[in-house]
């Protein structure tokens, strides 16, 4: 396929069958290959979606600088168009996630504020709106609040999944600003009655939630629980596991919120292989394992895998 | 056998330090007054006049509660309940 650039070519993913982790031929798993995006992962769409939308409203203009709280891909992806259309990138970014994402920001020109371990991506929105609050001029897309990035999923994401699998009877995506989720299973409940709408939630250890205030959590501003049928929370060793299933299994090197996706979508599939209710599962691959290889989630027994990834953010 | 709960770091202070306690009850509802009968004070961090606080996430065998029935979900010995604080997912 022919394209006018690298910007051209996001989405149009492929979807792929997963007949070794299929329960049977009639509750089959469809993944959609999302790291076959420009920079590699599902977050190029919300990307490349909320610039232009801020261009539209007059907010970017040549040489202004954008701040965002993203753990990774988000950033990664911000900064290649940023790069592209002239515009500074500075990623807030908690310090225990993996090196590789931070290679791959400052390959593309970004700058890395480092927020806490300790609380996460919570604590990472908190320095950025204090960062955005200090520094006028700069310009936060915020995607966990950006109507974009459910648009960008609404108009792209959704009619792809649906035009390869028009049977779907499950959608099934991780949990993080809840972008992918909302537009999708926005998009294929106006147009796929009874389709269930599953979200995979990554279940860290202590050190994430840390002594958190359980008056003071966070909920994106995206998420809707209306939009939802089941929420599953699924800890970093099920992740973990099911991520060395996909490679083993169908040869899909992924990264860990992908494991995520894919043992939400065998619980569910497993309900329908013991109801004898046909299912059509279709879950996202968000990226490819490459940014993964540094926290060692590949190597070594299982075990030892779990042990290394204790406290790091793998979503 | 009883229904396992699991604590939040944060809302050990209830616990005596415990990270997970056991408790009984036919729902939800029922679960989280039996654990407040030892562990005074819990329940009124977990819930609220509305039902589940907001930034309280409670999931049975790994499922959120809000989706199965919220606080009148049944429950069983054997079941897992998790109690986590809302935090922001992070890939993104």
């Known amino acids: 396929m022919r394209y006018d650039s690298l910007l051209g070519s996001m989405g149009h993913t492929p979807l792929v069958g997963l007949p070794a982790l299929s329960p049977g031929p009639g509750v089959r798993l469809w993944a959609k290959l999302e790291e076959r995006n420009p920079t590699g992962s599902v977050k190029d769409r919300p990307a490349l979606f909320m610039i232009d939308q801020a261009e539209k409203d007059g907010l970017l203009s040549p040489g202004a600088t954008i701040l965002e709280p993203t753990s990774g891909n988000t950033g990664i992806a911000l900064a290649m168009i940023a790069r592209l259309r002239g515009y500074k990138m500075i990623c807030v970014m908690p310090e225990n996630t993996s090196a590789e994402r931070r290679q791959l920001l400052e390959i593309y020109g970004a700058s890395i504020i480092s927020s806490p371990a ?9 320095v950025a709106r204090q960062l955005a609050a200090d520094n006028p001029d700069w310009v936060m897309l915020y995607q966990y609040g950006n109507e974009a990035n459910i648009r960008a999923h609404y108009e792209t994401t959704g009619p792809e999944l649906l035009a390869d699998l028009p049977e779907i009877t499950h959608f099934v995506a991780g949990l993080g600003t809840s972008g992918t989720i909302m537009g999708v299973g926005r998009y294929l409940r106006e ?30 501003e995206l998420y809707d629980e209306s939009v939802l049928t089941s929420r599953i ?50 879950l996202v691959i968000a990226d490819g394992g490459w940014k993964y290889l540094s926290t060692g989630a590949y190597s070594g027994t299982l075990a030892e895998a779990e042990a290394r990834l204790e406290g790091q953010l793998w979503a | 056998m009883a229904i396992e709960v699991r604590i939040p770091t ?37 819930v609220d006049d509305a039902g589940l606080r907001r930034f309280v996430n409670v999931y049975l065998n790994d499922e959120d509660v809000r989706f199965i029935g919220g606080l009148d979900a049944p429950v069983k010995d054997g079941d897992t309940v998790t109690v986590l604080p809302a935090v922001a997912g992070g890939r993104r």
Not at chain 1, 118 to 126: C, D, H, K, Q, T
Not at chain 2, 18 to 46: C, N, P
């Open chain 1, 233 to 282: 929370s699924v800890s970093s060793p099920d992740a973990l596991r099911r991520t060395r299933e996909l490679l083993d299994s169908e040869g899909i090197f992924a990264g860990i919120s992908s494991g995520c996706a894919l043992h939400a979508a065998l619980v569910v599939a497993a309900r329908a292989q013991a109801a004898r209710e046909p299912a059509e599962i279709a």
């Open chain 2, 10 to 46: 944060i809302l050990r202070t209830y616990t005596g330090g415990a990270k997970t306690v056991e408790g009984s009850g036919a729902t939800l509802a029922d679960l989280f007054s039996d654990l407040e009968s030892r562990h005074g004070g819990l329940q009124q961090r977990l």
């Open chain 1, 191 to 220: 147009r796929v009655p009874g389709v269930q709408i599953v979200a995979a939630e990554p279940r860290y250890g202590d050190l994430v939630y840390g002594l958190r205030n359980m008056d003071e959590g966070f909920v994106p």
């Open chain 1, 118 to 126: 300790a609380g996460g991506s919570n604590e990472a929105v908190r």
